[in-house]
């Protein structure tokens, strides 16, 4: 594996990250407890810790964490597919891509956020609003990979396909459309980071479940512990989520050269 | 094996052709003019000339890559529209997909033409074995090397059983020992095809090792044909050996007494 680090030296890796994590909580525990922190303000991780386990045992946490899920999971799906679609279709017709090139720069550049309120409106408390907000920020980065990515391919390439018998519909399924997955799969863990986003944020500036929607009830009541242990199930979330999409990626990238997948440790 | 085609007739001719590009600074550069050129069914044809000649040009003219400004390109006697099916082109550079294995690499013209993939799969093996690489089918191309890949380009080539195989300098980027491999190799799967073969190459010893025919281009702009040399060297042929021949260093030096002037005026030009 490239990562710099031999396997038997792995371990003592492993154990200098596990020993950072160990003094920053040290630290917050005694700090709140000999009143150099206002505990308040920060809570300390015992009492964090505490609300996690009570959230996990009485079985609320679930339902907060399946909808953002599925939020999540939707906005990648529909944001992606809109994406593929229209990013190809501005790569095949430079006509397009001309007339709407300044729209799409410039509903790139704005920020999405003020967008949630409209959404809101318009699709309601539910999980179709945080969807909608998910897909905007997805949208951008796979229609901008899918755009590169059939643009950049090789010449050579589609003539020799071409040259085998190629139809235009051959063109596109075995060389365009695997070219374009490449660049497309290379920003997974962004786009999927982003779907999160959406869904978090979203349910944060309106809604009834979800992780974000618990963080801001938290926050709404000045309970400072709940915060925290929004954000330690958020935290875990991520982390899943993340590691299912390396998981993926390893997959479909099987026939690169090492040196192209970059290895999460 | 059947032959591809009767023997005698044209398989490709060019009568008058011209094309030329549109340069950055809105200039014309006539890459090719008044160029015509006959290939005989089952001929080996080698076309040598000045870097940046236009030999390439012509090779996609034939291809139906690009279409001529002028003239016409006929192929087995009727007239060239669109790509040349009867056809396959040996680029010079890498163009195997990199996400699909050796095997599925040269399936994909019997894919294309819609072949099961079973049957498919079986005869992409059974070319894989004929061009050296049994055991590699599983290969990814960067998994291979440089050689190796062009043994699985050859075979995706010839998987499609064309009747005129095109080649632009295909083995310009292997070192000598591999370059002299693949040759012979060509050699031998052309004996027992005999394909027509249209070999574009700056190497002249390379030229005469492998054809029937050489074909000296002048340099552009506006490069024809200049010179033909038949070559009539014993086959079946050993690249190596076959260079010791007298009769190789004979008409090595006459084909390079026209060659020579021919790069010098290219070098002048671009100098």
Known sequence: MPSGFPPDRRWGLRVVQAAVLVAFLVSWEAGSRLRWLDPFFFSRPSSVAERVARWFATGEVYGHISVTALETLLAFLAGSFLGVVVGFAFAMSPALSRVFDPYVKVANAMPRIVLAPIFTLWFGLGVLSKVAFGVTLVFFVVFFNTYQGVREVDRNVLNNARMLGASDRDLVRHVLLPSALVWILSSLHTSVGLALVGAVVGEYLGSARGLGYLIQQAEALFDTTGVFAGLVVLAGFVLAVDLLVSFVERRLLRWKPPSHVEEVL | ?271
């Not at chain 2, 550069?29 to 030999?55: H, I, M, N, Q, S």
């Not at chain 2, 070319?127 to 190796?148: A, C, I, K, T």
């Open chain 2, 1 to 271: 094996m059947k032959l591809a085609s009767p023997p005698g007739t044209c398989a490709v001719r060019l009568r008058a052709c011209r094309r030329s590009f549109r340069t950055p600074d809105g200039g014309v550069y006539v890459a090719l003019d008044a160029v015509d050129l006959e290939v005989r069914a089952g001929e080996f044809v080698a076309l040598v000339g000045p870097t940046g000649c236009g030999k390439s040009t012509l090779l996609n003219l034939v291809a139906g890559l690009l279409a001529p400004d002028a003239g016409q390109v006929e192929v087995f006697g009727s007239p060239l529209e669109g790509i040349n099916r009867r056809a396959a082109y040996l680029f010079q550079q890498d163009v195997l997909l990199p996400w699909k294995t050796a095997e599925e690499n040269v399936m994909l013209g019997l894919v294309f033409r819609r072949l099961p993939r079973e049957e498919a799969r079986r005869q992409a093996r059974a070319w894989l074995e004929r061009v050296g690489l049994r055991g590699f089918e599983n290969r990814y191309p960067h998994q291979l090397s440089g050689g190796m890949r062009k043994r699985v380009a050859l075979a995706q080539n010839l998987i499609v059983n064309p009747e005129i195989l095109l080649m632009d300098e295909p083995f310009a980027a292997l070192d000598v020992q591999t370059r002299q491999l693949m040759e012979n190799d060509l050699l031998r799967i052309w004996q027992e095809e005999r394909k027509t073969v249209l070999f574009v190459t700056h190497d002249l010893e390379e030229a005469i090792a492998l054809s029937d025919r050489v074909v000296v281009l002048s340099a552009g702009p506006a490069a024809r044909p200049v010179g033909e040399f038949p070559v009539d060297l014993p086959r079946p042929r050993d690249v190596t050996e076959v260079r010791l021949d007298p009769a190789f260093g004979e008409l090595f030096r006459r084909i390079w007494e026209l060659l020579r002037g021919e790069v010098l005026r290219a070098f002048r030009i671009s100098a």
